[in-house]
Structure formats: C-alpha cells, structure tokens
C-alpha cells in the first residue's frame, strides 16, 4: 500500500524559511513524478513544484519560482520542499502527491496518490 507522509509544517514569519518533507513507502518510485501541492482556505487546491524520481528534472509554479526548492533523497524514499522568503500568501495545507510516469505533471487529477498534508503558515 502507498503511502505519502508529509512533516515540517508550521509557523513562520513572513521572510521566513521551512522544509517539508514528504516519506513515500509502499512501492518502488524510480519512474514516479512527485508532486507538492497546496490548498489554501476557500481556495482550490493547486500546484507548487515538481520532481521526476529519476533524472534531473524540477518545475515549479510561477508563483513560488526563485524561492521554494523542490529535492529528493533516493536513499531515504523523501521529497524535500524548502520555501525561503515565505509571504503570508504562502499559508496553506501542503501535499505531497506520487504519479506514475515521468512528465511535467501539474494538474491535481493526474495523480494517483496523496499526503495527509501539513500545515504552514505565514504571519505578517
């Protein structure tokens, strides 16, 4: 069974940094996309950054590029998410989210798994 565990969300003053952290088990990941997402309140959810398992490839929304980092670490089956120069808007659930495949996947229908999500927020 898949399983996506995310951690390290929290509070944090705007200009702030945190790292999430995404623990996938269930399953060999190698030809997986991996996806953050984020849902803010009265808001659709919506797609942060992107990251092939295998390879080199990264994609990130307009809204977070320059400034969140998406990473992985083969050894420890995790995704990392670190957001420096965090603003208020960036306060919402994050998710992390697996889809088979390899491809520049950022629609939320196109995954196949799902976190629990973590929460961050950023005061001003």
């Known amino acids: 069974q898949v399983q996506l565990v995310e951690s390290g969300g929290g509070l944090v003053q705007a200009g702030g940094s945190l790292r999430l952290s995404c623990a996938a088990s269930?399953?060999?990941?190698?030809?997986?996309?991996m996806g953050w997402f984020r849902q803010a309140p009265g808001k659709e959810r919506e797609f942060v950054a992107g990251?092939?398992?295998?390879?080199?490839?990264?994609y990130y929304a307009d809204s977070v590029k320059g400034r969140f980092t998406i990473s992985r670490d083969n050894g420890k089956s995790t995704v990392y998410l670190q957001m420096n120069s965090l603003k208020p808007e960036d306060t919402a659930v994050y998710y992390c989210?697996?889809?088979?495949?390899?491809?520049?996947?950022?629609?939320?229908?196109?995954?196949?798994?799902w976190g629990q999500g973590t929460q961050v927020t950023v005061s001003s």
């Open positions: 269930g399953r060999t990941f190698s030809s997986d996309t």
């Open positions: 990251i092939w398992w295998s390879g080199s490839s990264t």
């Open positions: 989210a697996a889809k088979r495949g390899r491809y520049y996947y950022s629609n939320e229908r196109e995954y196949d798994y």
